[in-house]
DNA sequence: TAATTAAAGTGACCACGGTCAATTTATGGA
DNA sequence: TCCATAAATTGACCGTGGTCACTTTAATTA
């Protein structure tokens, strides 16, 4: 076990992500800099990376958390019914992942990859998704029950993914995000063959 | 309209393209670095960023050559009939998307990502795929028919993309890539409720 | 309280992608 | 053939992420 850290360290960690949220919350996540984040922490650079292994650590902690805050709110509503209700409650999600694309780049590197035992924040939340998703389809009255629900769950995230995805298109005109995260949903959660 | 290059032009370009094509092919794309191609092609910096956008630019052209030739292969075979045959016949797209971390991530931030008008090829690629598989679902013996061929085949291509990230999880154990696309694509093109 | 050891922090330095004013090379007309 | 213009190339330079030997500060022991 290592030793528990000095309260410095947890101040100077505060400093940092406090400071990285500010440039985030004016300039947006492809803006951010290394340097401008530890010139308002007061620190010195290296401080930054004994704190994150890279600058893709701090992105993957401050977007984490956004999602983790997202998923509370998904967590909090009734179990959807149909696919309308599904799009509706998945939305705060959806607005997470979706509003920068920035961050949704990251999203999407950090998903899934965790080097052997390493978890990042948001390959667990991709977890958690799955797990409350699935909770979701077990033993649902109108979705289908022909496939494991751990597997329909996989298949949402998947076609949330696609749905905003599609959204960061140049061919923007497209069909708005929701409706067609709907009929996604619709066809593979709700089959009428 | 622009002029015509010239010829020394032409092989310039060609002459980056294959040191390009070398350096993957001995150190893969995540060990690729633009100073060692001009290196090898014998001209500028410069040169190469007159030549490419910037780095992502040769990466998508080079994958996209790789995504054009797997794509040729699945085109030519022939339409297949199960879940079984659909992951089968999509096994040499799957293996240029899913071989190296770093092409995937090239490929995720490419797939759907074009400014305006401008389509790369990776992009231009994953149009040519649901135009294939969209073929594929008109008209289908077997293949469900309550939802419009190319919402089906950008499914599959949804469940493609997912299926490749999971293989690229730590907790790599899991069931074998084609495995579970198989039990996606059977889900989602021959559901039984 | 002084000495010892480990944690925390520092900043000069490097690697690599990308820019641009200046230079070289090709092309087409007089 | 010579000149004017545009195309092609150059390399010094910059921005930013990341490293590491070293200094400073806190905790621990004598």
Chains 1, 2 share one sequence.
Not at 90 to 116: C, E, H, K, W, Y
């Amino acid at each position: 076990m290592s030793r528990a850290p000095q309260k410095r360290r947890v101040a100077t960690h505060e400093r940092l992500i406090a400071a990285a949220k500010d440039i985030v919350a004016s300039a947006g996540y492809a803006d951010l800099r290394v340097e401008e984040v530890v010139l308002r922490a007061g620190v010195a650079k290296g401080t930054f990376f004994s704190h994150f292994s890279d600058k893709d650590a701090l992105l993957e902690a401050l977007i984490g958390d956004e999602l983790t805050r997202a998923m509370a709110i998904v967590a909090a509503s009734d179990v959807p019914q149909n696919a309308d209700e599904f799009a509706a409650a998945l939305a705060p999600l959806i607005a997470a992942m979706g509003t920068q694309r920035a961050a949704f780049d990251v999203i999407l590197r950090n998903s899934g990859a965790m080097n052997s035992t390493t978890y990042g924040p948001i390959a667990k939340s991709f977890v958690d998704q799955v797990i409350l998703m699935t909770d979701w389809m077990t033993d649902h009255r109108r979705v289908r029950q022909d496939v494991a629900p751990a597997l329909l769950a996989e298949g949402v995230q998947a076609f949330v993914v696609q749905a905003i995805a599609m959204q960061f298109c140049a061919v923007e005109s497209q069909v708005p995000l929701q409706d067609r995260l709907r009929a996604y949903l619709d066809a593979w959660l709700f089959p009428r063959p």
